[in-house]
């Protein structure tokens, strides 16, 4: 099957939008989280270009470094939608390998590595033998706070250690799966191409706010990022007022 080519101009793969998207005005916010809580917390996540790419490149190092993730290996991803499940996704992206999305009251499927928030899905999975990485969605955790089983990687605890560059040891082939997700698969060569579609309606420089799951990525924030925007990232849509809608600058929301 013939694949749909990018525009010249375009980045060719996720490792080099966010390449661009540092080049081009590395303090500019590419991503902002809201908590659900939000209106009593005050959590508010803000993430420039330099500092976005700066935790990817650490987590893919991490993926690389301790479990050999790399092209035609899967990261599963037991994970809601929150700031740090996008970071998660872009990394393996970034080291040519795929992320399986994972449904937490199944049965878990066979993947080189799982990353997981739940702790039952935890045990499940040291359990099963499988490399498993522990993440905590607490804002400023510097560690998963709770005790955990022989043998997971606790993710707060370590990221620190890795280096501020990737570069990733081999290039996934273009038709390597990069999403798999409610029974469709988005190969890699498909990243951008698809997130290009999606956005197509888009202004450059959209400011989007959605509350798009981590199925979803390539129709929300990579579509904004694509085209050259920034995101603004809840767990539903009426965690946000009017008022901070307007704050934030909002100029498109998903769904309209």
Partial sequence: MSRVSLPPGVPASVPALLQRLTADDPGTPRLTWYAADHARSGERVELSARVLSTWVAKTANLLEEEFDVGPGARVGLA????????????????????????????????????????????????????????????????????????????????????????????????????????????????????ALAAGAAWSIGVRLLTAAGPADVVTSALAAWVRAGSVVLVPELAVLDEHVRATERVTQVQPA
């Fill in 79 to 194: 994970l809601p939608t929150h700031w740090r499940t996008l970071v998660l996704q872009l990394a393996v992206w970034s080291t040519g390998a795929g992320v399986l999305l994972v449904d937490e009251a199944a049965e878990l499927p066979a993947v080189d590595v799982l990353v997981a928030a739940a702790p039952d899905v935890l045990r499940r999975s040291a359990s099963a033998g499988t490399d498993t990485v522990a993440v905590s969605l607490a804002p400023l955790a510097r560690d998963f706070g709770a005790e955990l089983p022989d043998g997971v990687l606790d993710y707060a605890r370590t990221i620190t250690g890795y280096g501020d560059h990737h570069s990733p040891l081999a290039p996934p082939q273009p038709g390597d799966p990069a999403l798999v997700a409610g029974g469709r698969t988005v190969a890699h060569a498909d990243l951008l191409v698809g």
